[in-house]
């Protein structure tokens, strides 16, 4: 044990590491220097500097989770077709960049071959940002790369082409918590039934205070079940969110069927145009079914199809739906507009149409 | 392996169809091809685990406490709770390991990080996780500690995990984007790197984030999911090169670009000329970007560069989904010193969140709680209208300050008009 001890040693502490070693030299050249880019073709984009350098940015979709053989023959392409540099964009596409023009038709065609998709720039849709879902979470709902690659499987012609009025972002997440963030349709896991409580684990895995403090609807409060301190839930004031399981994993609140899927649209974090904003619900109740989900791939398809018939050019959804009104949404993707819709958290009030504004 | 012990998967084999590259596909070569049995075992067992996650609908893996020698954090360790069937992958925890700033590589350092995680973990790697870290999904709990000790050679650092300062990003940036009005590079390196302790040593009441976006794009969605945004700027005018301006005009015609440039201006500060050339009234330009996407040839951010700060972003958990607001509407960011002075702005906030926050709340719901004015005077920055969309609209407030305040703000803005005149 103590030679064990003494053949550990204390870590290096350096933290989030130097990236200019890992870049391109045309791009370490250019650093802060470039003048404009273009768009030539989908998964394509040339960058132009003021030095007069280019660059050819050619971006392709994967599996997100790579296993290593996938990973080598990223990097391997990386070698043959790209000077071996490569860089990861925030939805888990890979980036190849070449300052030679006639290199990019050949690493597409490598790429191509090897069974990746290029595309996700522009006007298109981007690959989907997700989670860990089954695979490696320990709270989910639902899981992430499967719903992800069907529906991308479905989806895939709209990422290789740019043929929608502006980008789209989608998103999905395993549970309430919505690691997966925000996107123009955002498919994230609903629960629908409070947790059912195992009372003999309670006391003994869960800390309770902090449990019955992480409520947010205050609906949680500790009581004596069977003899035994345990927690109980107020089932007319939760509103099933699973905010508690995560602390006590006896309150399970994933169940086969009432855990089920919602649909948010017109979450846009940039600032272009009109101020970022969040994700509106615009459909649940949506089965969570493995291993394709159609349900839900059937509504984003629905989304899609509207918007890109109804939408002006640059209109990303939410500029969209601001142009054209909600019950304007609703009409034009058949989705049934419920009470669940009208919001009741705090500053919902903000949420209702003050006014005369209707469109009939 | 032995064949014999294969997990049918009959449910997972149905991602194996359609175009999309299936990562089913790549687990199962990982089980059928890899040379090493140890990793065949692992992701044999692991497909068998999520196969019965789809027949049952539930996940199956729970949290514990692992970490290596000297860290608190920066493991997430996953236990099965059904590894009694599973057993080659009933410890299969992660290790987030914090990527430079944009996300660069070289292939030789992907094969070489490649090669390490084949001799200690599963093969299985993320680039990237929602936070931003490199995942490298599934090794045991020694694993784990070889493994980082291997990369921790050659460069590498885990990332946050917990109550703590958490793995920043940043986007593409300056290395290749003409928009781009900072060294993202720069400003994330000096915010996470200041505070290496903070990401390794989990004692904060709940996670931190930095996200940095060279323009207001925000690629990196940092006023919704981080505390501490940091978003490229500029303050003078715009640069307008009406040659270009004409070439896209003749281009795409009038109409398009007064459909979509001029007329799609949130605050209508362009017009477009009889004679095809753009006028720009900047002193109600908001920086939304909107006009540069569309004209990327004609139009470009301004010479005077900088940030905006915006404090306070995070999703649902626990009271809704806030954003981050205006702290800083602008700072210089060129010189050694006002690089200090970011560094500064952000200890004092993580420390003010640290001794006010409630356990497991973000800075954002800190600030909801307590009142932005209240934040604002523990972090020692001055009131500024762009902080706000509209003043108070609601009578019930005490105002005996008032005197003071006025006073302040009037000798601020001589101060101000002082220093410019220089």
Redesign the interface.
Same mark, same amino acid.
């Given at each position: 044990m103590a030679e064990q001890k003494a053949a550990?040693?204390?870590?290096?502490?350096?933290?989030?590491?130097?990236?200019?070693?890992?870049?391109?030299p045309a791009?370490?050249k250019n650093?802060?220097q470039?003048?404009? %880019?273009?768009h030539p073709r989908p998964g394509v984009l040339r960058?132009v500097a003021h030095s007069g350098d280019e660059?050819w940015?050619v971006k392709a979709?994967?599996?997100?989770? #790579?296993?290593?053989?996938?990973?080598?023959k990223?990097?391997?392409i990386?070698?043959e077709f790209a000077d071996?540099?490569?860089?990861?964009? #925030?939805r888990?596409n890979?980036e190849y960049?070449v300052t030679d023009q006639a290199k990019v038709e050949p690493l597409i065609k490598a790429l191509e071959d090897a069974?990746?998709?290029v595309g996700g720039t522009a006007n298109s849709v981007a690959m989907i940002?997700h989670?860990?879902?089954?695979?490696?979470?320990?709270?989910?709902?639902?899981?992430a +790369?499967?719903v992800v690659?069907?529906m991308?499987?479905e989806l895939?012609d709209e990422f290789k082409n740019c043929n929608m009025p502006n980008r789209v972002h989608l998103t999905t997440s395993c549970c309430?918590?919505?690691?997966?963030?925000?996107g123009d349709i955002a498919i994230n896991v609903q629960h629908t039934k409070p947790p059912k409580i195992n009372h003999d684990l309670v006391s003994n895995v869960c800390e309770r205070p +902090?449990v019955v403090?992480?409520c947010?609807v205050a609906a949680i409060r500790p009581a004596q079940v069977n003899g035994k301190p345990s927690l109980e839930v107020d089932e007319k004031k939760c509103i099933c969110?699973g905010?508690c399981f995560p602390p006590c994993?006896p309150m399970q609140i994933?169940d086969?069927i009432h855990?089920q899927l919602a649909i948010w649209v017109g979450?846009n %974090?940039?600032?272009?145009?009109?101020k970022?904003t969040?994700q509106k619900l615009v459909a649940a109740g949506i089965p969570?079914n493995?291993?394709?989900w159609p349900e839900a791939t059937a509504i984003v398809k629905q989304i899609l199809k509207a918007y890109k018939e109804g939408a002006?050019?640059?209109e990303r959804i939410n500029d969209w739906i601001d142009r054209i009104g909600w019950p304007r949404f609703f009409e034009v993707t058949g989705l049934p507009f419920t009470k669940y819709h009208i919001d009741n958290?705090?500053?919902a009030r903000n949420s209702l149409n003050a006014s005369t504004h209707i469109r009939f | 392996m032995d064949k014999s012990k294969i997990h049918p998967t009959p449910m997972l084999d149905v991602l194996e169809d359609g175009p999309w590259p299936s990562f089913i596909s790549g687990f199962k070569r990982m089980r059928d091809e890899h040379p090493e049995q140890r990793i065949n075992e692992m992701a044999n067992s692991l497909l068998g685990q999520l196969e019965h996650s789809y027949e049952t609908r539930k996940g199956y893996w729970k949290g514990g406490t692992v970490s290596v020698f000297g860290y608190g954090g920066g493991i997430i360790p996953r236990f099965s709770e059904v590894g009694h069937a599973f057993p080659e992958s009933k410890e299969f925890h992660t290790l987030r390991v914090q990527p430079p700033p944009g996300n660069y590589y070289t292939t030789d350092m992907l094969n070489q990080l490649c090669d390490s995680w084949e001799k200690h973990g599963s093969g299985m790697i993320t680039f990237h996780g929602q936070t931003g870290n490199i995942m490298f999904i599934g090794t045991t709990t020694k694993g784990t500690q070889h493994f980082f000790d291997e990369i921790n050679d050659y460069g590498w650092d885990l990332g946050g995990a917990g109550p703590c300062v958490r793995t920043a990003m940043a986007c593409v940036g300056a290395a290749r984007c003409e928009q781009s009005c900072t060294n993202e590079h720069a400003v994330m390196r000096h915010l996470v790197n200041t505070f290496t302790d903070d990401v390794h040593r989990p004692a904060l009441p709940y996670k931190f984030k930095f996200k940095v976006s060279g323009c207001p794009n925000d690629c990196m969605n940092s006023i919704e999911r981080s505390d501490f945004a940091v978003i490229g700027t500029w303050r003078d005018d715009m640069k307008i090169d009406q040659d270009e301006v004409k070439a896209f005009v003749e281009l795409k015609g009038r109409d398009y670009v007064i459909d979509n440039v001029t007329t799609r201006c949130p605050t209508d500060c362009m017009t477009l000329n009889d004679d095809n050339t753009l006028t720009v009234d900047n002193k109600n330009c908001v920086r939304c970007m909107h006009c540069l996407n569309v004209m990327t040839k004609a139009l470009s951010p301004g010479d005077d560069k900088g940030v905006t700060i915006l404090i306070g972003g995070k999703r649902t958990l626990k009271i809704g989904d806030l954003m981050g607001t205006v702290v800083v509407p602008f700072m210089k960011l060129d010189t050694a010193e006002d690089y200090e002075k970011i560094v500064d702005l952000a200890s004092e906030t993580i420390d003010f969140f640290a001794e006010n926050a409630l356990e497991h709340e973000r800075t954002g719901e800190m600030i909801e709680r307590i009142g932005l004015v209240n934040f604002l005077e523990g972090v020692g920055v001055d009131v500024d209208p762009n902080m706000v969309n509209s003043p108070r609209q609601c009578s019930y407030v005490r105002m005996d300050g008032w005197d003071e305040e006025a006073e302040a703000w009037f000798q601020r803005k001589a101060e101000e008009k002082a220093a410019a005149a220089g």
């Open positions: 550990l040693r204390p870590p290096i502490e350096s933290g989030c590491p130097d990236g200019f070693q890992y870049m391109h791009m370490r650093y802060g470039w003048k404009f %880019h273009e960058h660059i940015t979709g994967t599996q997100r989770i #790579l296993d290593s053989y996938t990973l080598r990223l990097t391997s990386g070698d071996g540099f490569v860089r990861f964009t #925030l888990s890979i960049m069974g990746f998709v940002s989670t860990q879902g089954w695979l490696h979470c320990d709270i989910p709902g639902t899981d +790369s499967g690659k069907a991308m499987d895939i309430q918590i919505n690691c997966g963030g925000q +902090s403090a992480r947010p969110c905010a994993p994933n086969p855990t979450g %974090h940039s600032n272009a145009r009109s970022p969040f969570n493995p291993p394709r002006k050019d640059w958290w705090r500053g | -």
